[in-house]
């Protein structure tokens, strides 16, 4: 289909454009900078047109969360797919995936309409104690990890504990503490061209560097625990690391407790209590940075549902009062600020190269919001709800706030290495009640994949 | 003769992966690191009698006044479309044992039929669902319990009849990272109303009065929160409670017989093992020995909310039933992935057969749903003849394989053509 997308403001930081009115053409499903004629033409006068949001964090897919409908009785995939869509997203990432339960978050994510999905590799580094500690073997730690990311059918690598500590007390000459695993993860993503996505916490934040070539931090929420790590947090982002901030909705009180234990150090708690002064430090710090890496995430249990609301604590500052009162930041997030933080940096995080920008080439996945226009344009409260247009790979999948498209073709993105097994990977299978065969991802599991070089 | 390694089994939800398997003309005939139930599926034996052999179903039927004839297919499908859309009350019963895409199919179908779907094993399933919104839940994959856990109880459950290789691949004698030793490095219990082969490997092994389990769990909490036991709780309470204060890492796999106590065993042994977490890891893992349980469940939570049977008598409300159906209000039955008239108490048979309620059955062999079905549709076995998609115990899912050829066509194509008749 030929598209011509007429009159609206487009804001795409990548291309430097701030609202400026121009047309923005699509053939098949890519942006193009000309076109001979359009099937059709959407105007788009007094809208915002951005590409599609991407979100980092979502936790739609991680092993457990089916329980979570048991306290609050969903949404359904579905539903989450559908509510997605109406915010303007296009990509949801899910942020853990583990070798073990990859074929389950593959299946979930498959079921999550409309939306493109990807997923992170966690990564255990207690099953890698010894060979971390041995420099001739991180070549091997590389592979295994790249050989890794292929057969879970995942897109990056994250580490939630980047240490390696164990509960008994047998096994306590193995354990490798933060600073020196950390020490130890940036030499080997430098040597061997990996990138990290280290889950934020007081430890990692409060090191004395973190390279910004080998490590984002995610949910850089969950470090603040002091006003120190706040300061820390600031001295990263403005060395170069790129973080997402982790809004949180306050729920003091969520009701009984489903955690999770992956075989990490802790267990994966799928329904935290957040108090209002966790949820107040994420925003302050998410309003304090006013560079240009810092990418907007929720933290889970906050439902994709609220996330206008995180959103109008960002954009405008008299509907923050609301909630905060008069004490927090005057700051007030641009539209071009907000579509950095929801549309461009996340695609980079993740390596979509082609998303998150509107350049030629750009794959057409772009979100349409109505505009109030005032002395300066802003997105209310109920735009940010519902968007007017959603174009899907060329595909138009809201119309005019109807969902005209439910079953819009999605597909699933993983990295493809073509890497191969290592005596590492046999290490780490052999604690498995699976055989390896049945541990890596089978076509019929998920997808559609696409592999990404 | 074809050596295929590695193939997935079907036979109960640990759904081992480790099967060697030689093929003659393209069929089993023999298998390594198989349990009975493997066996009974693989190379078509009776469960509880090995050498006798299951029959096949071959050809799709109906019977018409007590006689079974051989239809075509499309004349099955016709007959079972009929009988499930002039129905007022159909049910779609079973499922546990169906592949996901089997169970997906039935979904569909139910919701078209305006049906109500009901899982084999939910009188056991919905009373852990209702327990742990009450509780909440620590829960943990079979990989991170046979790592972790230095204390296993298995609580109305005998694993070595429901899932045979659970204590040897999972839990008791499995070496995991942290349990080198296997047993030596556990301790495990077992609370029952009988005496089963689990007493020689569980110390302690605590039979108790039936309907005494709800008041045993409560007299273990009790204790853990150091009040003195009651004198009407049950004995072996202190017992109990010793050797889960000693645990660093437990985990209570609660089998069917859970069930028959009633819904406050579940609500008991969840709320004992929230208090346990309070300081240490103790997870409560129903034990379902149908392959694909977790597989039905799963599917129900993601598609509709609710682990509990879907009813979709008023489309635009759809509610989710925690209760096992009223089957005297039933009218239609359409049972795949189960034997529903062996799971019936005598009595519920009885009014079926008097009321004369027609049941569609889909089953790859004969059994007692099948000899009194009005619609006999074969199907291939899942995982066996037919790839599918299947969940193990703990949620995880597996892609089955299929290592035979198929006579039948497969569950989910049954339904999906079923669905196209309606």
Request: aromatic share 8%.
């Amino acid at each position: 289909m030929r598209l011509k997308i007429t009159g609206g403001r487009i804001y795409d930081p990548a291309s430097g454009w701030q609202g400026e009115v121009r047309d923005l053409l699509i053939e098949g499903d890519r942006v193009v900078s000309r076109l001979t004629a359009a099937d059709r033409i959407i105007d788009a006068k007094r809208k915002m047109v951005v590409a599609g949001g991407i979100d980092l964090g979502a936790q739609v897919a991680t092993y457990g969360a089916t329980f979570l409908y048991l306290l609050n009785g969903g949404p359904t995939l579905r539903e989450l797919g559908l509510a997605y869509a109406f915010l303007g997203y296009t990509h949801v990432h899910e942020p853990f995936l583990t070798p073990v339960t990859a074929a389950l978050v593959h299946r979930r994510l498959a079921a999550l309409p409309i939306v493109d999905v990807s997923a992170s590799l966690v990564l255990n580094l207690r099953d890698l104690d010894a060979w971390l500690k041995d420099r001739d073997r991180w070549g091997e730690i590389a592979e295994t990890i790249r050989f890794l990311l292929e057969k879970t059918r995942s897109l990056d690598v994250r580490l939630v504990e980047p240490f390696v500590r164990y509960r008994q007390e047998f096994y306590a000459h193995r354990n490798i503490y933060p600073d020196e695993a950390l020490d130890i993860l940036t030499r080997l993503a430098l040597d061997h061209r990996l990138k990290f996505i280290v889950q934020a916490s007081p430890d990692v934040v409060n090191a004395s560097y973190l390279e910004p070539r080998a490590f984002h931090l995610a949910g850089l929420s969950q470090a603040l625990q002091n006003g120190g790590a706040g300061a820390a947090a600031l001295r990263h982002l403005d060395a170069g690391v790129t973080a997402d901030c982790g809004l949180y909705l306050p729920r003091p009180d969520p009701g009984p407790q489903i955690k999770v234990d992956l075989g990490w150090y802790q267990p994966l708690n799928l329904n935290p209590a957040i108090f209002r002064q966790q949820a107040r430090d994420a925003l302050d710090l998410a309003l304090s940075y006013q560079g240009h890496n810092l990418a907007f995430s929720a933290m889970a249990p906050t439902p994709v549902r609220e996330y206008p609301e995180l959103f109008t604590w960002l954009l405008d500052r008299t509907l923050r009062q609301k909630t905060w009162g008069k004490e927090t930041a005057e700051r007030e997030y641009s539209l071009s600020d907000w579509t950095r933080a929801t549309r461009t940096l996340p695609a980079q995080i993740l390596g979509l190269t082609d998303r998150g920008h509107l350049q030629p080439g750009a794959r057409a996945d772009v979100a349409i919001y109505d505009l109030s226009e005032g002395k300066k344009p802003r997105l209310s409260p109920a735009s940010l709800r519902r968007v007017h247009t959603l174009i899907k790979g060329g595909e138009i999948v809201i119309d005019n706030f109807q969902l005209v498209k439910p079953d819009a073709a999605k597909a699933t993105y993983f990295r493809r290495t073509e890497a191969q097994a290592t005596a590492l990977v046999a290490d780490i299978c052999q604690y498995r009640s699976f055989r390896p065969e049945s541990l890596w991802v089978p076509d019929e599991l998920g997808g559609p994949w696409v592999g990404m070089d | 003769m074809e050596l295929k390694e590695s193939i997935i089994c079907p036979g109960c939800a640990c759904l081992c992966d480790d099967l060697d398997i030689i093929l003659e003309n393209g069929r089993p005939v023999a298998i390594h690191n198989v349990c009975t139930w493997g066996v009974g599926k693989f190379l078509a034996e009776k469960k509880l009698r090995p050498n006798k052999e299951r029959r096949r179903l071959t050809d799709p039927q109906i019977s018409r006044h007590g006689r079974a004839e051989k239809v075509s297919y499309e004349a099955a499908l016709g007959e079972a479309a009929a009988i499930l859309t002039q129905a007022r009350r159909p049910v779609i019963y079973g499922l546990a044992n169906s592949g996901a895409w089997a169970q997906e199919a039935a979904l569909a179908l139910t919701a078209n039929l305006k049906a109500r779907l009901e899982p084999a094993d939910l009188a056991f399933m919905a009373p852990f669902y209702q327990a742990v919104q009450k509780h909440g839940l620590f829960w943990a994959p079979l990989e991170v319990i046979r790592d972790e856990a230095d204390a296993v109880v298995y609580w109305g459950a005998n694993p070595l009849h429901s899932c045979p290789r659970h204590a040897v691949r999972y839990a008791v004698f499995a070496r995991g990272r942290f349990t080198e030793r296997g047993i030596e490095d556990r301790q495990v219990a077992a609370v029952d109303i009988y005496r089963t082969e689990l007493a020689g490997i569980c110390h302690p092994y605590i039979q108790i009065d039936p309907f005494q389990e709800a008041a045993l769990a409560e007299a273990v909490m009790a204790s853990l929160n150091g009040h003195p036991a009651s004198e009407d709780a049950p004995a072996d309470a202190d017992k109990l409670a010793a050797f889960f204060a000693n645990a660093a890492y437990g985990v209570i796999f609660c089998g069917r017989g859970v069930a028959y106590g009633g819904p406050q065993v579940f609500d008991r042994l969840a709320a004992l093992a929230a208090r346990l977490n309070e300081k240490k890891p103790f997870v409560l893992f129903p034990l379902s020995g149908d392959f694909n349980s977790a597989g039905l469940y799963e599917l129900l939570l993601r598609e509709t909310g609710s682990p509990f049977a879907p009813d979709f008598a008023d489309p635009a409300a759809p509610t989710s039933q925690a209760s096992p159906v009223d089957f005297q209000e039933v009218d239609a039955v359409l049972v795949t992935g189960a034997d529903l008239l062996w799971f019936l108490q005598a009595e519920q048979v009885q009014d079926l057969k008097k009321r004369q309620v027609p049941i569609v059955a889909l089953s790859p062999f004969a059994d007692r749903t099948t000899a009194q079905a009005r619609v006999c549709l074969p199907v291939a076995l899942d995982g066996i003849e037919a790839a599918e998609i299947a969940y193990r115990m703990d949620g995880l899912p597996v892609l089955l394989r299929p290592v035979a050829s198929a006579s039948a066509p497969p569950a989910h194509r049954v339904l999906a053509d079923l669905n196209l008749f309606l």
